[in-house]
């Protein structure tokens, strides 16, 4: 069993940085892959970015690669979403999860409670 808990999230003006953080609870959180989605009212989550267990990396190359980094430190079993040059167009609820295996499909087996995020023009 793994449990997520998100946080980082808030309002920034364009062009601003946040770091997203997901501790996440359980023995076993350094044996999964650890992913970040988005989803914004009226729509499905959406696949940001992947990272394996022993730090291999997987991004959504239409929407955030190049702004957004994906990292994770298994000895404080925290997984994170540093993003950068944010656009009004990335404000969204952001959940992290934990699976098995990186997959670009909504199918994760353990899921946070969210975080929002706010951009600005």
């Known amino acids: 069993q793994v449990q997520l808990v998100e946080s980082g999230g808030g309002l920034v003006q364009a062009g601003g940085s946040l770091r997203l953080s997901c501790a996440a609870s359980?023995?076993?959180?350094?044996?999964?892959?650890m992913g970040w989605f988005r989803q914004v009212p009226g729509r499905g989550r959406v696949f940001l970015a992947g990272i394996s267990w022993i730090g291999v990396s997987t991004y959504d190359a239409n929407s955030v690669k190049g702004r957004f980094t994906i990292s994770r430190d298994n000895a404080k079993n925290t997984v994170y979403l540093q993003m950068n040059s944010l656009k009004p167009e990335d404000t969204a609820v952001y959940y992290c999860?934990?699976?098995?295996?990186?997959?670009?499909?909504?199918?994760?087996?353990?899921w946070g409670q969210g975080t929002q995020v706010t951009v600005s023009p």
């Open positions: 999860a934990a699976n098995p295996r990186i997959t670009t499909a909504t199918m994760w087996d353990y």
């Open positions: 359980g023995r076993t959180f350094s044996t999964y892959a």
